[in-house]
């Protein structure tokens, strides 16, 4: 039995991989790192239990033992990693100065409409000519300037010129150190930016009053990213420079695809196009995606195994069989450092490697430690890529298939009928299985997308894709390439307006989202039938889950971590109000798109009203993809007449005096008066002024009021009193004065501001208005977002404060904000 031997070290081998990954899934739940002699000690004993590993004889303990050692391994590898990491932190006392810089662009810039993003490796660092540590890697905005919510420019600065990956530059920069927004099942920004190797971020300082930026010529240290920036811009530049007619944006939009598919920059993918190919379930396949990378490996080694044929020298030297596979690998290795070496590319080509090397070895492992092989060598290289949905989607799918019963990746057969087939049947098997686990994560699943993928798989693969690659020999493919991309274009877009295209349901908790990934796996595995009909009550939990909502009587505020400006979602039993709704970040990023979107699909909310402060870009920038996924949703607010926001029409208009009810708590509008749209000279003296109250709590959402609406509110007699305050204009010198406070008298203040954001809110001063009067303050840039629930009052939950990491920021939830340097 000569593949005894084989299967034996196989069953060693899988405990050993599962203690591994088990022990770097429990480091990453720490909320803080251990001293470094803690993590020694881990791996000393883990050494320890591997010598008593050889002298021990019976199967069951050797397997337990191993599982102990690795997974002692696993965790102490990882805390010694991240605690040599953390080691490089930004000093806290540089936060905000001005830090002379020299280093060069290590990464593919990222152009913005005013704006360019890139890595930048640090040489050397000053501050007031004395050297600083800074760390050696920073993530950095070069800005042209501060514009309004019209686009008027501010604060003129000198325009980012046309940065190159490798370039050396010195300049003026203010850091910081990494925070982003932390909302229920939203992103974590921060988490991606450790998994990213950067331990700041910051902004190039290029005002009139700054020392000018100077560029020290090109280094040539990173010519596969240099190389990457020319073909991407050569590509973009095939795009018609003018967007006059619809036929010239499709062309664009069509252009920025086949950008992505040749050099993985994702970026150059439009916003509205991610929307029809997450509608669709085809967003893998636009993305340097594994299926890319095993298409591009298959199809070099079919060309590479023709070649070598051709030569009777070369076959005799080396089997064209093995050439073949491994000049496919090596091409497909090289395909993937182009595109950017993102996980999705570094998982298929360790997964292709390790297959390659066992059939030339001529030996065949059974597939649970293959798998498990792959993920552990993943997770060795980058540890953090376990708290990625696509790590996960991505080994599902592959234990999937293997387990399924689709033939091993060296036994494929490789006519194009055949290939066709088995692509088919992987889909359908991929598409039943992932349905829970992509509902746990995202909390929504396309019901086209097995349609939608028939066409595209095949058409992305073996046709886009292809001549997209072959564009860079021949840049008229592009064209092609293009062209291909339009038709499909429609074909998905005609797919993602079918009603019912998309099932959304709530966000289910953890337990109900692995029963009902158990009972995906079930129905696809080769199993009598009644065993895997036995898993359709596992799926119920994941599909049917409901948020609680308040009672009868009591209402909740979740104010959502948005950064500078206002959103703040207020339920009731059967209601639902958001008032205001975020800052636009861009031209085609705001907070509707990026937070609050997803945040009401993941509480499964149905908004009744989207009520609009006033008209300022940091409360009205999320209202378009706000209203965009809740049509339904009535539009209050103080916004001018003929206002873009208004073009739909349905718009009421909010003005003191206007209440309602909802499920037995109380809505009423304080402010502005009807004849205050006639004289109002600011926008902030317009801003809708809504008081909430039951039987014994009350709350005031006070948009951007300042002193003189302040001081009327106070002359009219208007009741004000609050157990919780929405803080006046985010804390600005302009609000919150002495009156006012004592009016409201509040036990709770909010401040919904930007991290150390360039208006120093909240401001000192302020601050210590709210603390003479024992106002406890809360800002989301210390606790994220905020839920405060009427039948609770003494309690409010920060969810900075929930499942603490120990790459997290480390501010707490109650600590007042530093304003900037």
Known sequence: ?????????????????????????????????????????????????????????????RLLTIFIATALLGHASTGLRATLFQQQALNP?????????????????????NSTRFRFLVEGATLDDQAVAVPPQLYLSWY???????????????????????????????????????????????LWLWEQGLQATGYVRAGR?????????????HPVEWARQQVRDAIVRRAPALVDTPADEARARAMGIVAALVTGDQQAIARGDWDVFRATGVAHLMSISGLHITLFAWLAALLLRSLWRSSPRLCLAVPAQHAGLLGGLLLATAYALFSGWGVPAQRTILMLATVSLLRLSA????????????????????????????????????????????QAPQEMPFTLRQRLLGLLREQVLITLALAPLTLLLFGQLSLVSLLANLLAIPWVTLLVTPLALLGVLWPALWDVAALTVQWLGGW????????????SVAQAPLWAGLAGVLGGLLLVLRLPWRLRLSALPLLLPVLLWQVPRPAPGQFELLAADIGQGNAVLVRTATHALLYDSGPRYSNDSDAGQRVLVPLLRAYDVRLDRLLLSHRD???????????????????????????????????????????????????????????????????????CVLRIRNATQAVLLAGDIEKAQEARLLATGASLQADVLLVPHHGSKTSSTAGFLDAVAPRLALVQAGYRNRFGHPAPDVLARYEARDIRVIATPQCGALRWHSAQPQQTHCERDGARRYWQYRGTPTEQMVPPA
């Open 144 to 190: 042209g300037g501060f514009r309004n919510e019209d686009g008027v420019l501010l604060e003129p600065a000198q325009l980012p010129p046309d940065l190159q990956a490798g370039e050396r530059w010195q300049f003026t920069a203010r850091l910081r150190a990494p925070h982003g927004a932390r909302n229920p099942h939203g992103f974590d920004f921060e």
């Open 617 to 687: 870009s940091d409360h009205t920038g999320g209202a378009a993809a706000v209203l965009a996924a809740q049509p339904q949703a009535g539009l209050w607010s103080s916004l001018e007449d003929g206002h873009t926001l208004l073009a739909r029409g349905g718009g009421q208009r909010c003005a003191a005096g206007q209440a309602w009810e909802w499920d037995g708590v109380h809505f009423e509008i304080l402010h502005p008066q009807p004849a205050d749209y006639a004289s109002a000279r600011r926008s902030n003296a317009l801003s």
């Open 363 to 406: 030996r065949r492992w059974p597939w649970p430690p293959l798998w498990l092989l792959a993920a552990a060598v993943v997770l060795l290289a980058d540890p953090w890529a376990l708290l990625q949905p696509g790590f996960w989607l991505s080994f599902v799918a592959v234990g999937v298939l293997f387990a399924g019963g689709t």
């Open 93 to 113: 006392a540089l936060e905000g100065k001005d830090i002379r810089i020299t280093g060069r662009i290590s990464a593919m810039p990222q152009f913005g409409d």
């Open 492 to 503: 998905l877009e005609g797919l993602a307006t079918l009603p019912l295209a998309v099932l």
């Open 209 to 221: 009053r700054d020392p000018p930026p100077q560029g020290l010529g090109q280094s040539w240290q």
């Open 1 to 61: 039995m000569p593949n005894r031997p084989v299967q034996s070290n196989a069953r060693l081998l899988t405990p050993a991989l599962l203690g591994w990954i088990a022990g770097l899934a429990l480091q990453l739940q720490q909320s803080e790192l251990w001293p470094a002699s803690h993590y020694g000690l881990l791996a000393a004993t883990s050494l320890a239990l591997t010598l008593v590993l050889f002298r021990l004889r019976r199967q069951a303990a």
